[in-house]
Structures are given as structure tokens and as C-alpha cells.
């Protein structure tokens, strides 16, 4: 048998990159790749990068620097080859430019063309000399039909994405520029692939998308279905307990979707609901296509169809134009809704968007003293909802071991990392009671309610 060859993905930036990079390792196996930890002796080294925000973009190129030395030393003496490619949105954006940047990369590719890796890759290995290669082609779709069936083992919680792209145009935001227009996957394959997790052990999916709330699949029955429906489909999965989508926009919460919250048990009551701003003047500046009312009013229909329905959000302050006011504005709405989770970023101009050649950019002195009364704000509301969560009872999903002897992690409705002690590794996979006896800013430890009256379900999890 000849020596399983070693791959090192490093992943940068949002849960979809992080999905890609597992879809990468599925197409590469089949060739013989291995995942490895690290790039040292590695026979290929990929990438997976981010463009949304300058540190990211930066880091890589950081990165690339180390990797040289890596293929370097692997190369040195007559060495066998180490592959470098670059993947994902920096890739997409900077394509040509990069491969003259940085000579020592094999290879460029989009988010959209990593079914066509083995190929890719057989060229590269093929090439008497060199044979760089860039492809940062566009469509969707033809990625979804060619992958194959995901085979890397997602375990207990797996992500699944339905929806790539986006059509919103955010003035601050490359996404529509990187992955392209809005696509969505029929809703047949998304239902049969929910169902091989299932079969390999999932009981937790979350749904992935840019905008996964804009999901228009095409139905097996002719027609489309909206976000909503599509959870209704999957919640009819037997064995799937758990249900999850990410990340929404505002202006695509429908009818459909609050009345999933409603009826669907298995729907989390956590959604992530960026809302970037709380200033009308920025949000329009921002194209959001929503005002500060129309989101207020969204959460309130939302929390009307479920009561413990709890929100996380995105910001960012110092947008160019943000006034004194409009930061108050930002600052109020937080106070009136809670977030219990949130992301919050110094606006960060990137090249080809609109934002970035506005006048009036906010001095960097400006952004941080925001920044900092927000990230006060944020945390204080995530430690007071976990601090409300003692004597409470959770369902927690066990997913995995903790740091200390017999201690298992799992997760909570609300995404909360949960702590439980005494409980034998048999039941990782397994979700039980536990009533809440502890709470950290980013985590809560817990108790075991009540043995029998744990999930019956998962006994066929339990070794
Ligand atoms: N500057 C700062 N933050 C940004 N985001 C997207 N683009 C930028 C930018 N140019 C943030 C938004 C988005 C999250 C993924 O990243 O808040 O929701
Ligand atoms: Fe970017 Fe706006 Fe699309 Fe989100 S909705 S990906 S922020 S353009």
C-alpha cells in the first residue's frame, strides 16, 4: 500500500470556510490525502481563507511566510514536493495578484471550484518543473452536484450548507464580490444529505448560508421552498433533534420562518440576527435594506411566536458617517432587545466596496473608544442571561470530553458550552437534563437532573 499522503488544511474566518475546508479533505481523500496538524513534512498544504476584514486578509500572507520555510526544507536535497495552494475569499479577490506575490504558491482557487481539486492537483503533481495554477471561476451550483457525499464524520453536531452567496450588497461587505450571487441547493438533496448524518450519528445540523434565510430551493414536487418549509421537511427526520441555520438578514425573516419558531420543537430558540447598526442614517449608508424599527419589529414577532427565544447579533461601529448619535442609537437598541452572544468589529474599509470611498471615514482613536463601551455592554448582557440560567434546567447535547478527568462538554440551546462532571464517556452523543449550577461569561457547569428521565433516544449511542 502506498503511504497515505499528508494534507494540512488551516481554516480562517466564518463557519462556511470552515465547512469547505472539511468538503476539501472529503475530495482529496480518495487521492490518498491524510488531514495532518501541521504544516511541517506536509505533502500539500491548503489555505482556506478570509477577506472580510484587513487582520484577516493579513494574517495569511503572515502565514505564507511560514509555510515557505516549510516547503523549504521539505523540497531541499531533491525532497518530494510540497503542494501550496491558496483557497477561499482572498483567493477569489486577489487571484493573479497573489500568484505574482507570492511565487512560492502552487495554487489558486475560488470558494466556488474545489470540486475540481483532484484534478488541480494532479496537474501540479504531473508538471515537470512548475505548473501554477489559478481558478477562481463562479458557479455555485456545479460545485454542489460534484462533490461527492460527505464522508469525513461530522460527529454529533454537523453543519450542512443549503445556500451559498449573497445578492444584498452591504456597501461595507466583499461577500457578494467573493461567493458570488445568491444560490440555493434543491431541497431534495439537502433532505437526503440531513439524512446520511443522521445515519452517520448526527443529531444536531445546522444549516449553512450567507444568507440562509434568503434559501429558495427548488421542491421535489415542482415550485420552491422558503427557509421555513425547508424546516419542516427536516424536522420529520427521525433521530434529528436539533436544528439550527446561519447566518440570517433581517429583510428575509418571513411569515414562514417566525411560524417555524412557533410550531418547530426542534428548531433552536437561538438565532444569529445581525443588525450591524443602530442608526437609520448609517443603516441606509450601509444598504441594509432594514431601519432600526424594522428590527426591533422582527424581534418582537419573532420572541411573540417564541417566548424564550434569545438573539445574537453582528456590529460594527465607526462605519464612515457614524455620529455621536448614531452610535447612541447603536448602543440603545442593544440595551432595549439583549443579545445574549455577539460579534463586534471596528469598520474596517476593504478594497472594491462602496464604503470604502465614502468621505467622512471615523479616526481609529474614535472607533476604539466605541467599540470598547459596546463590547462592555455585550458582555455584561451575555454574563447576566448565563448568570439567569442558575437553577434552570437545560437540555444539553454531550459532545465531547473536557479538560478535566471525567469531565464532558456539550452544548445548550443557546449555543452555551455546558460543563458536567460524573458522567461516564458513553454518554457523549447523548442529550440530557442538567440543571444549571454555575455561570462563567462563556460557559455554565451543570448537574444531572434526573437519570431516568434522560433521552431515551440516544441508547443507541451508548457503547
Ligand atoms: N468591516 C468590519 N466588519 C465587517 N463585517 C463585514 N465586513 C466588514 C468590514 N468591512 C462584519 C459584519 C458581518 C461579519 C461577518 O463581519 O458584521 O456580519
Ligand atoms: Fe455581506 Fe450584507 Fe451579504 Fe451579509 S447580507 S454577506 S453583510 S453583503
Known amino acids: 500500500m502506498t503511504e497515505p499522503k499528508k494534507l494540512f488544511v488551516k481554516t480562517y474566518g466564518c463557519q462556511m470556510n470552515v465547512y469547505d475546508s472539511q468538503r476539501m479533505q472529503d475530495?482529496?481523500?480518495?487521492l490518498g490525502y491524510q488531514p495532518v496538524d501541521s504544516a511541517e513534512g506536509a505533502d500539500m498544504v491548503i489555505l482556506n481563507t478570509c477577506h472580510i476584514r484587513e487582520k484577516a486578509a493579513e494574517k495569511v500572507f503572515s502565514d505564507l511566510g511560514r509555510v515557505r520555510k516549510h516547503k523549504e526544507a521539505k523540497e531541499a536535497n531533491g525532497g518530494d514536493k510540497m503542494i501550496v495552494a491558496v483557497a477561499g475569499c482572498v483567493a477569489q479577490a486577489e487571484g493573479a495578484e497573489l500568484m505574482k506575490r507570492e511565487p512560492m504558491v502552487d495554487m489558486v482557487f475560488g470558494p466556488q471550484t474545489y470540486h475540481r481539486l483532484p484534478e488541480m492537483v494532479a496537474r501540479a503533481n504531473r508538471a515537470?518543473?512548475?505548473?501554477?495554477?489559478?481558478?477562481?471561476?463562479?458557479?455555485?451550483?456545479?460545485?454542489?452536484?460534484?462533490?461527492?457525499?460527505?464522508?469525513s464524520k461530522q460527529g454529533y453536531s454537523a453543519f450542512l450548507a443549503i445556500q451559498e452567496g449573497c445578492d444584498k450588497f452591504c456597501t461595507f461587505c466583499v461577500v457578494p464580490y467573493t461567493r458570488g450571487a445568491e444560490y440555493?441547493?434543491?431541497?431534495?438533496?439537502?433532505?437526503?444529505?440531513?439524512?446520511?448524518?443522521?445515519a452517520h450519528g448526527t443529531r444536531e445540523l445546522t444549516l449553512l448560508?450567507?444568507?440562509?434565510?434568503?434559501?429558495?430551493?427548488?421542491?421535489?414536487n415542482g415550485g420552491e421552498w422558503t427557509l421555513?418549509?425547508?424546516?419542516?421537511?427536516?424536522?420529520?427526520?427521525?433521530?434529528?433533534?436539533?436544528?439550527?441555520?446561519?447566518?440570517?438578514?433581517?429583510?428575509?425573516?418571513d411569515e414562514d420562518l417566525i411560524s417555524a419558531h412557533r410550531d418547530l420543537k426542534k428548531l433552536m430558540p437561538f438565532l444569529h440576527l445581525p443588525v450591524q447598526a443602530g442608526g437609520d442614517r448609517v443603516l441606509q449608508a450601509m444598504n441594509r435594506k432594514h431601519t432600526n424599527a424594522d428590527y426591533r419589529d422582527i424581534a418582537a414577532r419573532l420572541k411573540d411566536?417564541?417566548?424564550?427565544?434569545?438573539?445574537?447579533?453582528?456590529?460594527?461601529?465607526?462605519?464612515?458617517?457614524?455620529?455621536?448619535?448614531?452610535?447612541?442609537?447603536?448602543?440603545?437598541?442593544?440595551?432595549?432587545?439583549?443579545?445574549?452572544?455577539?460579534?463586534?468589529?471596528?469598520?474596517?474599509?476593504?478594497p472594491g466596496t462602496?464604503?470604502?470611498?465614502?468621505?467622512?471615514?471615523?479616526?481609529?482613536?474614535?472607533?476604539?473608544?466605541?467599540?470598547?463601551?459596546?463590547?462592555?455592554?455585550?458582555?455584561?448582557?451575555?454574563?447576566?442571561?448565563?448568570?439567569?440560567?442558575?437553577?434552570?434546567?437545560?437540555?444539553?447535547?454531550l459532545e465531547r470530553r473536557g479538560k478535566y478527568e471525567g469531565q464532558l462538554v456539550g452544548k445548550s440551546p443557546y449555543m452555551q458550552p455546558v460543563?458536567?462532571?460524573?458522567?461516564?464517556?458513553?454518554?457523549?452523543?447523548?442529550?440530557?437534563?442538567?440543571?444549571?449550577?454555575?455561570?462563567?461569561?462563556?460557559?455554565?457547569?451543570?448537574?444531572?437532573?434526573?437519570?431516568t428521565r434522560n433521552d431515551q433516544k440516544s441508547e443507541r449511542n451508548v457503547a
Open 128 to 151: 515537470v518543473g512548475r505548473n501554477r495554477i489559478v481558478d477562481t471561476d463562479f458557479p455555485a451550483e456545479e460545485k454542489f452536484d460534484h462533490l461527492p457525499e460527505q464522508v
Open 354 to 397: 462602496p464604503a470604502s470611498a465614502m468621505e467622512l471615514q471615523v479616526p481609529e482613536k474614535v472607533k476604539t473608544e466605541r467599540i470598547m463601551r459596546l463590547q462592555a455592554l455585550l458582555a455584561e448582557q451575555q454574563l447576566v442571561f448565563n448568570q439567569k440560567s442558575i437553577g434552570k434546567e437545560m437540555d444539553v447535547l
Open 305 to 350: 411566536a417564541c417566548p424564550d427565544l434569545a438573539l445574537s447579533s453582528d456590529f460594527i461601529v465607526g462605519f464612515p458617517g457614524e455620529s455621536d448619535k448614531d452610535f447612541e442609537d447603536t448602543m440603545e437598541i442593544v440595551r432595549d432587545i439583549t443579545f445574549i452572544q455577539a460579534f463586534s468589529f471596528k469598520y474596517s474599509p476593504r
Open 184 to 198: 440555493s441547493r434543491p431541497g431534495a438533496d439537502v433532505i437526503r444529505e440531513a439524512k446520511q448524518l443522521v
Open 419 to 451: 460543563h458536567v462532571s460524573g458522567l461516564p464517556e458513553s454518554a457523549l452523543g447523548q442529550i440530557v437534563r442538567l440543571k444549571i449550577t454555575e455561570a462563567l461569561p462563556n460557559s455554565l457547569g451543570g448537574e444531572l437532573v434526573d437519570a
Open 27 to 30: 475530495v482529496l481523500a480518495p
Open 209 to 220: 448560508g450567507q444568507n440562509v434565510n434568503a434559501y429558495h430551493g427548488e421542491a421535489p
Open 228 to 253: 421555513g418549509r425547508l424546516l419542516r421537511e427536516l424536522a420529520e427526520i427521525d433521530g434529528l433533534d436539533r436544528i439550527r441555520y446561519t447566518t440570517s438578514h433581517p429583510r428575509d425573516v
